[in-house]
């Protein structure tokens, strides 16, 4: 890794979650994805390790820290393992961010404490079947009744929803109209909450040890006061949380194509064929110039904007360009590492072929790539 616009504290959180990644997550990676399982044991010592605090002010448990930091987390994780690293990622973006940025003071002390210890989970439900890049297209609906908010719809691809440590899901839903719109809150609901039913985990490509499930609402009745933010408010504080974890999942995507970077100079300079190693052949010395070339520019643009949001700068534009830029890489790079190893590369055991699973869904989460070209396109002044 590139350390040569980090300060010393950095370095050493990298170099501190990059030595845990090597010894105790990448052991456990192949088993994890074989038998779809997020192993709760790393999430425990993750939290031990303060990685769930990071952003957050001591006074609720955290590290004091900055998002930048996190962002190095992630970036150490996803190198090895992208189902721990989107665990981390939306732990703390999707699941403790929405509480410190939007919750009452009487919120944040009942739920901060635990989620940035990594003692708890918590998962954000906004996508819908009918409504993921459309999120104004939300038809989950809450209304009033005795006191009490009654949830009736369903989410789905909720991350972090359903392990045995998940405290509640912070859900999106129609409160009501506004000028013939819609009036999306955001709502806490609670797990166990009687109505509310996680439904069994997807099949997926990818990320096969990340915890992702469907949720359903039937009548789900949570107290008036689970409120999150300003009522009306819902949907545009939580694109302000995208905007932010467009960043994470730049770092982590990054993460993903170094990883791949690594293990085919690895791979190039011990497999020999026809008497000479790979690593000899000026095609596969320029494919694995242009992977260096790709994992350099993600880091980059994932750095800018970090810093920027982190010194309380418009971020929006850097944060789309970061994802695109870096999503891109991962799927670029994890395709040419499978291809260098040929026929190892298509074996689940190997972690390429892990990365060549994962990192579609880089392109695809925390807003289409497509829309990272919308935005940034918008910020051009084309309408």
Same mark, same amino acid.
């Given at each position: $890794? ?13 170099? $501190? ?16 994805? &074989? ?47 992208? !189902? #721990?690293? #989107? ?93 013939? &719109?819609?009036?999306?809150?955001? #709502? #806490? ?20 040890? !990340? ?5 359903? =609402? ?55 064929? =026809?008497?000479?190693?790979? !690593? ?9 110039? &242009? ?67 994962? !990192? ?24």
């Amino acid at each position: $890794m590139d350390h040569h616009n980090l300060t010393e504290d950095e370095r050493q959180l990298a170099a $501190m979650v990059r030595d845990f990644a090597e010894e105790v997550v990448a052991p456990r990676s192949y088993e994890a994805d &074989r038998t779809k399982t997020l192993p709760l044991e790393v999430v425990k010592q993750m939290g031990d390790l303060g990685l769930f605090g990071l952003p957050f002010p001591e006074e609720y448990g955290g590290q004091g820290g900055d998002y930048f930091a996190l962002c190095l987390a992630i970036e150490a994780l996803g190198r090895v393992d992208q !189902s #721990i690293a #989107i665990t981390l990622e939306a732990g703390v973006s999707l699941g403790a961010m929405p509480i410190f940025r939007f919750g009452t003071e009487e919120q944040k002390q009942e739920h901060l404490p635990d989620l940035t210890a990594g003692r708890a989970l918590a998962g954000f439900g906004l996508t819908e079947p009918e409504a993921g890049s459309d999120a104004g297209a939300t038809r989950t609906t809450a209304r009033l009744e005795d006191g009490e908010w009654v949830i009736d719809g369903s989410k789905q691809f909720i991350t972090n929803s359903g392990t045995a440590i998940t405290r509640f899901v912070t859900v999106t839903a129609v409160t009501g109209q506004q000028d013939g &719109r819609k009036e999306i809150s955001t #709502i #806490i609901v609670p797990n166990g909450t009687p109505g509310f039913t996680v439904e069994p985990a997807y099949d997926k490509v990818g990320w096969n040890a !990340s915890d992702t499930h469907p949720l359903t =609402f039937q009548g789900a009745r949570v107290p008036e006061g689970n409120l999150l933010g300003e009522r009306g408010r819902g949907f545009a504080n939580f694109l302000h949380i995208l905007d932010e974890g467009r960043i994470a999942i730049a770092a982590l995507a990054t993460g993903a194509a170094e990883g791949c970077l690594e293990a085919a100079v690895d791979y190039a300079n011990k497999r020999v064929v =026809f008497g000479d190693t790979l !690593s000899k052949r000026q095609g596969i010395q320029f494919t694995i110039a &242009r992977m260096q070339a790709r994992v350099h520019t993600a880091r980059l643009a994932w750095h800018h904007a970090a810093r920027l949001r982190d010194a309380g700068k418009p971020f929006k534009t850097e944060a789309a360009i970061a994802k695109l830029t870096a999503s891109d890489a991962a799927m670029d790079n994890a395709r040419d590492a499978t291809q260098i190893f040929g026929g190892n590369g298509f074996m689940n055991e190997f972690p390429v072929a892990r990365h060549y699973r994962d !990192s579609k869904i880089l392109e695809i989460g925390e807003g289409t790539n497509e829309v990272q070209l919308l935005v940034i396109s918008r910020a051009l002044g084309l309408e």
